[in-house]
């Protein structure tokens, strides 16, 4: 029983739920003032400028721990 209900599932998890999430909205009518999904912001500018932030950090602490030791 435990078989054929572990069967079921994936079946269902396989074949139901990903048409489910699939379903694209509509595309905004053109001359529509309505606020368009994803809005107009790039991420490509923040994304190497929060890798940079992180780099410096972990420098820091690298730093850090070669100048003061472990912290035992």
């Not at 595309?27 to 809005?39: F, Q, R, V």
């Not at 190497?48 to 100048?67: E, R």
């Amino acid at each position: 029983m435990k078989k054929k209900i572990l069967t079921m599932t994936l079946i269902l998890m396989f074949f139901a739920v990903p048409p489910l999430f699939s379903q694209t909205p509509d595309p905004p009518s053109p001359g529509s003032t309505g606020d368009s999904s994803g809005g107009g912001a790039p991420i490509g500018g923040g994304l190497f400028i929060m890798l940079g932030l992180g780099a410096a950090y972990a420098g820091k602490k690298i730093y850090q721990y070669k100048v003061q030791g472990p912290e035992d």
